[in-house]
């Protein structure tokens, strides 16, 4: 496993991070997900992400318990908080109140006194950024967060809050957006930002839901128990990429990355690696073996002939668009 500092930060990360949206606590019984955080440990995988509103809360209380008894100095837990853990006005959104009273309840389902990344899950237009911002330096200053960082914030979005942070000196020092070779639209705006504020990625979705695993092939059905089938959230998800000549183009990437030895998701892991303000790639797993496959991209660097490859077999179905970052 290779480590890489977060942003400008002194954190340092595994450059493959374990996360459990989709799975703990809704697609895989408890034991299962304890086996698939075992086989990260395992695989030398130091960073786990998570969030209070996957499984309805469960995903963390599963993650709690499975990272019990590990030495806590030797992990990176990272949770998120936005969106609605209840049904009050206040149980939702980037105020004061939530933010404080959700990252009490994460530190007792995660089952420790500090998280080391606390991220803002989305911007909130409808409270003062200032508000936001003090609620998490707050939190940075009583230990029980080390770093802030946000997930899927526009470079606009970004300069502001890294303005502020600096004013407040809380370590802003994270983006956490979707990226993969399809979906590359932190690329124009989003990067040359980051890079500037000294804010690293931390990118989820890196083998786009699956699709970039080559296992769905053009004019089939999806293979039974599969994310395309998963009525749960994770079919609606993956629809986008699901169709005939994005598969097509998938499948071509196959010798590509059989040239290298690897197979297709450890190529799309690999490629979202090469980017330099990446810090780490997002794993999800329902089975451990799935983490060693997903591990294996660690450490492995793409020649500019093989990113030219890729470029050449995707061609227009990638999506660069910066307004389509998601909000």
């Keep these: 496993m290779e480590f890489r500092r977060l942003g400008n930060s002194g954190l340092s990360i595994s450059e493959i991070a374990y996360g459990n949206w989709l799975t703990h606590g809704s697609q895989v019984e408890e034991d299962a997900a304890h086996a698939c955080v075992r086989a990260a440990l395992d695989a030398g995988i130091t960073t786990f992400d998570t969030a209070d509103v996957y499984a309805r809360t469960r995903a963390e209380s599963v993650l709690g318990r499975a990272l019990a008894g590990q030495r806590r100095e030797g992990l990176e837990i990272f949770t998120k908080v936005y969106f609605p853990t209840g049904e009050g006005p206040n149980d939702r959104g980037l105020g004061r109140k939530h933010i404080i009273e959700s990252c009490n309840a994460s530190l007792r389902r995660l089952q420790t006194d500090y998280v080391d990344l606390y991220q803002a899950h989305r911007f909130d237009p409808s409270v003062p950024l200032e508000e936001t911002m003090t609620a998490f330096a707050d ?58 504020e000294g804010i690293g990625q931390i990118v989820f ?33 993956i629809s986008r990429w699901m169709r005939d000549d ?79 970052t998601r909000s």
């Design 139 to 196: 939190l940075v200053r009583q230990g029980k967060a080390l770093y802030i960082g946000v997930s899927e914030w526009t470079a606009e979005q970004l300069t502001r809050g890294a303005e502020l942070a600096r004013e407040l000196s809380v370590p802003l020092i994270s983006n956490q957006p979707e990226y993969s070779m399809l979906w590359r639209v932190i690329e124009s705006q989003v990067v040359p930002v980051s890079e500037r």
């Design 205 to 237: 979705s890196p083998i786009a839901q699956g699709v970039l695993t080559g296992k769905y092939l053009p004019g089939q059905q999806p293979p039974a128990g599969s994310r395309a089938t998963d009525e749960g959230g994770g079919a609606k998800m």
């Design 246 to 324: 994005v598969l097509s183009a998938v499948q071509r990437l196959q010798p590509v990355a059989s040239d290298l030895g690897l197979s297709t998701a450890q190529l799309a892991i690999a490629w979202v690696l090469q980017n330099p303000n990446v810090s780490a790639a997002i794993v999800g797993a329902s089975r451990p073996e799935q983490v060693a496959d997903n591990v294996a991209a660690s450490g492995v660097e793409l020649g500019a002939d093989v990113l030219d490859r890729i470029d050449e077999v995707l061609g227009d179905l990638v999506t660069a668009d910066p307004r389509e």
